[in-house]
């Protein structure tokens, strides 16, 4: 995923969630979360576009396990990690180790220079004991940026993110 500290919110393409749908499920068993749609729409140096749908990703950073909810738009786009999620996570860049220092969890991520320029990280980074659902996890740390309250619902057990057969969106 790409570090975008101009994204207001995570956004990604329609083909882009797909082929990362599919290496969830393949390597890790997961599957997105569907969302409401946000009824937005996208503004940035390519135009203006509306959402296709909303999810929420099992991903994991440095080991964590965590949550991105994400717009997907229409055309092509890697997923762009939001400026709120990078703060909130206290991020640091080490351009000369090339690492991405989560100072509010103490743990570190690798830092890759893509070809065109853009700096990603990977965000399924998920420990030996594999993706533990934040929504049961009470010290979870996922504030929305606009109410500054957790979002998380105990109710929703890790099961709607275990992908089966079918799961795979087209």
Known sequence: ALIDTGAQQAV???????????????????????????????????????????????????GRSTMLKVNVVKNRLPILLPIHMLKTLGMKLDLKEMKCLWQTWRLESALYEMPSGHLAINIMEFSKDGWKNPHQDPKFLHVDKVTRRNRLDPNIARSEFEAGPGDMPQ
Request: charged share 20%.
């Open 12 to 62: 990604t393409g329609y083909p882009d969630f797909v082929e990362f749908s599919g290496r969830l499920a393949v390597q890790h068993g997961l599957k997105p979360g569907r969302l409401p749609t946000t009824p937005r729409k996208a503004n940035g140096v390519g135009g203006e576009t509306t959402f296709v749908l909303t999810a929420e990703l099992p991903i994991a950073l440095a």
